[in-house]
């Protein structure tokens, strides 16, 4: 038990646990832009990935604040107020997370 391999099982399974939620929230912010973009154009969605493991960004496309409603030409310089893609992903991956993480704990406990 003290010789390290919880710690290294423990430290293993955080960060295939981050991974996992990041690739979880790509798939569901993917689906809420076909819910919520009337003409789908492919450029945004290819460029939407998760970096460092842990973090999904679109790469910064120059129109996802646009889209996101957070920039300088949203609402009230036009009557455009932004999706609520990124706010309906963080809130359905929120209500995910424990149920992802406790399976994925089933296959580390063993290791510890």
């Given at each position: 038990?003290?010789?390290?391999?919880?710690?290294?099982?423990?430290?293993?399974?955080?960060?295939?646990?981050?991974?996992?939620?990041?690739?979880?929230?790509?798939?569901?912010?993917?689906?809420?832009?076909?819910?919520?973009?009337?003409?789908?154009?492919?450029?945004?969605?290819?460029?939407?990935?998760?970096?460092?493991?842990?973090?999904?960004?679109?790469?910064?496309?120059?129109?996802g604040p646009w889209l996101a409603g957070i920039g300088s030409r949203n609402?009230?310089?036009?009557?455009?107020?932004?999706?609520?893609?990124?706010?309906?992903?963080?809130?359905?991956?929120?209500?995910?997370?424990?149920?992802?993480?406790?399976?994925?704990?089933?296959?580390?406990?063993?290791?510890?």
């Amino acid at each position: 038990m003290f010789d390290g391999r919880a710690r290294a099982a423990a430290n293993a399974y955080v960060d295939r646990l981050e991974r996992n939620l990041a690739e979880e929230g790509r798939t569901i912010l993917l689906g809420e832009l076909d819910r919520v973009l009337k003409t789908q154009t492919p450029y945004y969605a290819t460029r939407i990935e998760v970096v460092d493991g842990n973090k999904i960004w679109d790469s910064r496309v120059v129109y996802g604040p646009w889209l996101a409603g957070i920039g300088s030409r949203n609402y009230p310089v036009t009557k455009f107020k932004g999706y609520d893609h990124w706010l309906v992903t963080r809130d359905k991956l929120n209500a995910r997370k424990r149920g992802i993480g406790e399976r994925l704990l089933r296959r580390y406990t063993g290791r510890m």
